[in-house]
């Protein structure tokens, strides 16, 4: 099956809301991406974490390798925020794996 | 700071051809990789390679090949290009495997007529 489960595959916001995308993995990993990808479909990469918590700006990701799972909060969204995240997640015995995505849309 | 560059950003085949992507990175990383996206989804690992001269195949090998002809250098090749094929073919590099943090190139754009 999938190493890396990503929920949800959709999510709407209103603007200055906020809420959660997780990841759940099924082996252990030792390390965590986020990325974005924006409409012209480049990869931005937000946060690398391998253990802990990291904030930058309106976004919050977490990584808990021993309960395997990493979540990316986002508050007060933005019409910028729009595009789909993804998580990637690997270990020293394999190349990391990518979620299937989140969809993110920010409405006005 | 560094950079990956891929070539072509498209690229048009015609069915049974065998088509070349070159991807080049001046981070001096150890790892790169390839990535296929169809349109809607997510990525999916075709190749990597840890080192120079060195291969892995990932879930979606069937139908490449790759070459990592010198550290700074990663390419696939689409062995046969199958009818209306369209995705995305994304290049990577990282310091090394499974953990450490990697940047992407902008893609390659393949559309198979």
């Known amino acids: 099956g999938d190493q890396v489960e990503q929920s949800p595959s959709a999510l709407s916001l209103h603007e200055g809301t906020g809420s959660a995308l997780r990841c759940n993995f099924t082996?252990?990993?030792?390390?965590v991406q986020w990325f974005q990808q924006n409409s012209r479909g480049s990869l931005i990469n937000l946060f690398y974490l391998a253990s802990g918590t990291k904030e930058n700006g309106r976004l919050k990701s977490t990584f808990n390798s021993k309960e395997s799972y990493s979540t990316l909060h986002i508050r007060d969204a933005q019409l910028e925020d729009s595009g789909t995240y993804f998580c990637a997640a690997g270990n020293n015995n394999n190349a990391p794996r990518f979620g299937a995505g989140t969809k993110l849309s920010v409405k006005p | 700071g560094g950079i990956i560059t891929q070539t072509p950003k498209f690229l048009i085949g015609q069915e049974g051809q065998k088509l070349t992507l070159k991807c080049q990175q001046n981070?001096?990383?150890?790892?790169m990789y390839w990535y296929r996206q169809d349109s809607g989804k997510g990525l999916r690992l075709i190749y990597y390679?840890?080192?120079?001269?060195?291969?892995q195949k990932g879930d979606l090998s069937e139908g490449y090949d790759a070459s990592r002809e010198k550290k700074s250098s990663f390419s696939l090749t689409v062995t046969s290009a199958q009818k209306n094929e369209m995705a995305v073919f994304l290049c990577a590099s990282s310091i090394a495997r499974g953990n450490s943090d990697y940047t992407f190139g902008s893609g390659t754009r393949l559309l198979v007529i």
């Open positions: 390679s840890i080192t120079e001269n060195d291969l």
């Open positions: 082996t252990t990993m030792r390390a």
């Open positions: 981070f001096n990383h150890d790892t």
